[in-house]
T-cell receptor, first 117, second 112 residues
Framework: NAGVMQNPRHLVRRRGQEARLRCSPM?????VYWYRQLPEEGLKFMVY????????ESGMPKERFSAEFPKEGPSILRIQQVVRGDSAAYFCASSPAPGQGGQETQYFGPGTRLLVL | GENVEQHPSTLSVQEGDSAVIKCTYS??????FPWYKQELGKRPQLIID?????GEKKDQRIAVTLNKTAKHFSLHITETQPEDSAVYFCAASIRGGFKTIFGAGTRLFVKA
């Protein structure tokens, strides 16, 4: 049973370019979460998605950031017109079915380290 | 809004000693409390979790306690080893995981 997959593992972009980060949840998991981690800091919640549905995007910046989890394929976190402050590690996590006892544990992917030059 | 505070931010212990990390949460609706260990450059990995219907849980050298009245929970690591050195994050999950708030992390150093 493969774990949570993220790609790319490292991404370098110049200011103004777009960054696309992909996350494939664990098999059997239908819920995906995205977090941002700055160096030496904690995990900041960004967005929580189910297939074809954004459940909670309260942690997502209002501009330039968007996320989707289509019916087929991975979840994608998209950052438009990147700036240096976007440089961080972006982690994706998945869980089976929050709200049901014992189904809320989140398992993390290896992260994508974004560097904006 | 929801908040999870974690202390200390850095903890240094001698190999074989115990380490305790404490967290408090603000939302009384929180009902699930996982702990993650993150080694340098790697993903956070779940090491233990506790639900609000129990007060304590133990797994070998690791234990977690929960005080719902005071809204705080703690991680206890006994007989620490150098490989326990990492950043540890507590988290509080609201409504069974719909939203998980992480603490800022504790950097644990275990000196051989």
């Amino acid at each position: 049973n493969a774990g949570v997959m993220q790609n790319p593992r490292h991404l370098v972009r110049r200011r103004g370019q777009e960054a696309r980060l992909r996350c494939s949840p664990m098999k059997g998991h239908s819920h995906v979460y995205w977090y941002r981690q700055l160096p030496e800091e904690g995990l900041k919640f960004m967005v929580y998605l189910q297939k074809e549905n954004i459940i909670d995007e309260s942690g997502m910046p209002k501009e330039r950031f968007s996320a989707e989890f289509p019916k087929e394929g991975p979840s994608i976190l998209r950052i438009q017109q990147v700036v240096r402050g976007d440089s961080a590690a972006y982690f994706c996590a998945s869980s089976p079915a929050p709200g049901q006892g014992g189904q809320e544990t989140q398992y993390f992917g290896p992260g994508t380290r974004l560097l904006v030059l | 809004g929801e908040n999870v505070e974690q202390h200390p931010s850095t903890l240094s212990v001698q190999e074989g000693d115990s380490a305790v990390i404490k967290c408090t949460y603000s939302d009384s609706a929180s009902n699930y409390f996982p702990w993650y260990k993150q080694e340098l450059g790697k993903r956070p990995q779940l090491i233990i979790d506790i639900r609000s219907n129990v007060g304590e849980k133990k797994d070998q050298r690791i234990a977690v306690t929960l005080n719902k009245t005071a809204k705080h929970f703690s991680l206890h690591i006994t007989e620490t080893q150098p490989e326990d050195s990492a950043v540890y994050f507590c988290a509080a999950s609201i409504r069974g995981g719909f939203k998980t708030i992480f603490g800022a992390g504790t950097r644990l150093f275990v000196k051989a």
